[in-house]
Nanobody, 116 residues
Framework: QVQLVESGGGLVQAGGSLRLSCVASGLIFREYIMGWYRQAPGRQRELVAEVTSDGYTNYAGSVKGRSTISRDNAKMSVLLQMNSLKPEDTAVYFC??????????WGQGTQVTVFS
């Protein structure tokens, strides 16, 4: 049974930082693209950042330069370091494991709230 367990969300003042963690189990981790997505109230879920097993990364324009995604294949984990947080970063953040066109799994989500 695949599980993706997120942690690290919380309440932070604008300009602050958070580090989100996702630990996976029940899958062959290195075969999956790992990503962080977010969904704000009334909005569609959107990609924040993703990283391939080889370490190639892709970021949404809204977080590029402020966020860093990384993964540890041995620990089956993916981190998202977010700096210079803005109120518009407020959302539920989800971890996703994807084999394009084959398989995908989602975590339960972790709330990030940025106040000014």
């Amino acid at each position: 049974q695949v599980q993706l367990v997120e942690s690290g969300g919380g309440l932070v003042q604008a300009g602050g930082s958070l580090r989100l963690s996702c630990v996976a189990s029940g899958l062959i981790f290195r075969e999956y693209i790992m990503g962080w997505y977010r969904q704000a109230p009334g909005r569609q879920r959107e990609l924040v950042a993703e990283v391939t097993s080889d370490g190639y990364t892709n970021y949404a324009g809204s977080v590029k330069g402020r966020s860093t995604i990384s993964r540890d294949n041995a620990k089956m984990s993916v981190l998202l370091q977010m700096n210079s947080l803005k109120p518009e970063d407020t959302a539920v953040y989800f971890c996703r494991a994807e084999q394009p066109g084959v398989d995908e799994h989602w975590g339960q989500g972790t709330q990030v709230t940025v106040f000014s």
